[in-house]
Antibody, heavy 120, light 112 residues
Framework: QVQLQESGPGLVKPSGTLSLTCAVS?????????WTWVRQPPGKGLEWIGE???????NYNPSLESRVTISVDKSDNQFSLKLNSVTAADTAVYYC?????????????WGQGTLVTVSS | DIVMTQTPLSSPVTLGQPASISCRSS???????????LSWHQQRPGQPPRLLIY???NRFSGVPDRFSGSGAGTDFTLKISRVEAEDVGVYYC?????????FGQGTKLEIK
């Protein structure tokens, strides 16, 4: 069974860049899946940020697209999220996840999530 | 963007009784390949979400058969036949038919 684990700084200064990495185990990042980021502000609902295929093809939420970059590292079986020009509104639990394309459609496995706080 | 609207937003249920959550999409979720990519996820308190149901009515691996999904087009329902204490949490519907993928606001299931 695939497992995903987020890592990265838990505190980012306003106007800075949020950087997270998701390590994938129990499966290859080069499989026919999309690798996804979703976030959840404290006490609120889920927001899809974007996804990447192992080829490097990406899809982003238009609401964040100007500030987001998702990349993949096949050699280390991981993928990453960068969100620049952050504000307090970007404070959230960030989840990495797997989306299995046409098999289930959308996310089927989730990481545990990591809280990122934007504050000076 | 496709807007997903869930009702109710809060559902107090007696243990052992059924529960039902509705989800309506602002557009049809039938994809060009003929599939309808509507899923349900459960988020227990302090936990990440977990996939329960995919493509309207398919239970994911390890999901108890008291959970079932139904619907078509723009109207979908998640049913729990007999609520257990471990079912407490927030339930989200989500669509993966059209980018950007979107989630409902969530329905909080609590025990009376």
């Amino acid at each position: 069974q695939v497992q995903l684990q987020e890592s990265g700084p838990g505190l980012v200064k306003p106007s800075g860049t949020l950087s997270l990495t998701c390590a994938v185990s129990g499966g290859s990042i080069s499989s026919t899946n999309w690798w996804t980021w979703v976030r959840q502000p404290p006490g609120k609902g889920l927001e899809w940020i974007g996804e990447i295929y192992h080829s490097g093809s990406t899809n982003y939420n238009p609401s964040l697209e100007s500030r987001v970059t998702i990349s993949v590292d096949k050699s280390d079986n991981q993928f990453s999220l960068k969100l620049n020009s952050v504000t307090a509104a970007d404070t959230a639990v960030y989840y990495c996840a797997r989306s299995s394309g046409s098999y289930t459609g959308g996310v089927d496995y989730w990481g545990q999530g990591t809280l990122v706080t934007v504050s000076s | 963007d496709i807007v997903m609207t869930q009702t109710p937003l809060s559902s107090p249920v007696t243990l052992g009784q059924p529960a039902s959550i509705s989800c309506r999409s602002s557009q049809s979720l039938v994809s060009g390949d003929g599939n309808t990519y509507l899923s349900w996820h459960q988020q227990r308190p302090g936990q990440p979400p977990r996939l329960l149901i995919y493509k309207i009515s398919n239970r994911f691996s390890g999901v108890p058969d008291r959970f079932s999904g139904s619907g078509a087009g723009t109207d979908f329902t998640l049913k729990i036949s007999r609520v257990e204490a471990e079912d407490v949490g927030v339930y989200y519907c989500t669509q993966a038919t059209q980018l950007p993928y979107t989630f409902g606001q969530g329905t909080k299931l609590e025990i009376k």
